[in-house]
């Protein structure tokens, strides 16, 4: 049984990276009981969510939620759903104090309750009830990980996102794997093939998954690796936009768009990291292909449309991208030649 991060075998659910400094600095401010019982596999929180309205599914000790109350600001708010009820008194237990003392909020803008990510409903959550959906290892964990994915684009606002971080392979476990209760401890045997994962994303109306980091997972025991055999496991952090359809394309395509962003973002003043593949410097206007330009806000359909500019619309088709010009990661995801991207010339897939 696992009582901390530190009776964990592999890999899997412990933060893989560093987070940026100004998330570093928010997470040191966080309360060590709730940090002691953390199981992510990353640091699924973007950078300029002030404002925002915030829901974690599978909360647990609730880390990440402490993290997103100090980044929203007073004016947003921060709901973690989990169904352990030992997790949740850890998270309720310093949550007032947190806000009220060391945050120096007038009140709470974080609160926690229990229900189940594949029905939200069970938690009163409506739809349409969140600007940002995070997750940190958790999705992997569910029986029924297509409805988790369709009740988070359920309760996302239009323009919003859900940005989280989870365990996939690079192909299907096997069922030996998946039915070994050490090995769901450890967040691996529920881990989904990529492509898998690519699919139920877009049958649940998040038409273009796109991957900002994806880091390697140790598994090192014998008997662990018998198991799961030549299968690799990566811990991967996706961003999922939740815009209007037809927004987003299945593949990258040119319509002579451009994006410049503001650097608005507190701790990101001079550049920002949209994905794996796009970094954009204050003040320089970028080319980018359609699915960029509706991530970053054209026509106001994101929530990142206050930090950039984007210039063009889809009046004029110069043709395909580019789609595949990147370098393939081990898994299967694609990472922009950046040479070629701010060329205009660039994969973005």
Known sequence: ML????????????????????????LRKVPQPV?????????PLPMGIEGLRVLDLGSGSGRDCYAAAALVGERGSVVGVDMTDEQLAVAREHADAYCTQT??????????????????????VADGAADLVISNCVVNLSPDKPAVLREAFRVLSPGGEFYFSDVYADRRVPEAARKDKVLWGECVSGALYVE?????????????????????????????????????????????????????ESCCEDYGQRATYRGTIAGSEGAYVL???????????????????????EGG????????????DREVHFGAWGCGAGARHPIGLTTVDKSAESSGGGGCC
């Open 3 to 26: 009582s901390t991060s530190k009776d964990l075998k592999t890999s899997a659910c412990t933060a893989a990276g560093a987070p940026p400094p100004a998330l570093r600095a928010v």
């Open 35 to 43: 940090t002691e019982k953390f199981y992510g596999c990353g640091a």
């Open 103 to 124: 945050l120096g909020y007038g009140l709470s803008n974080m609160r926690f309750v229990k229900g189940f990510m594949e029905d939200l409903s069970s938690a009163g």
């Open 196 to 248: 898998d994962f690519k699919r139920e994303a877009r049958a649940a109306g998040f038409e273009y998954p796109v991957h900002v980091a994806a880091s390697p997972i140790e598994v090192n025991d014998a008997d662990m690796r018998k198991l799961l055999g030549p299968a690799r496991f990566y811990s991967v952090t996706f961003r999922l936009f939740k815009l209007p359809r037809g927004l987003l």
């Open 275 to 297: 994905d794996a593949g796009h970094v954009f410097e204050a003040g320089r206007p970028t080319p980018v292909c359609g699915n960029t330009a509706a991530m970053l806000g």
């Open 301 to 312: 359909h994101s929530w990142l449309a206050r930090h950039f500019d984007v210039e063009g």
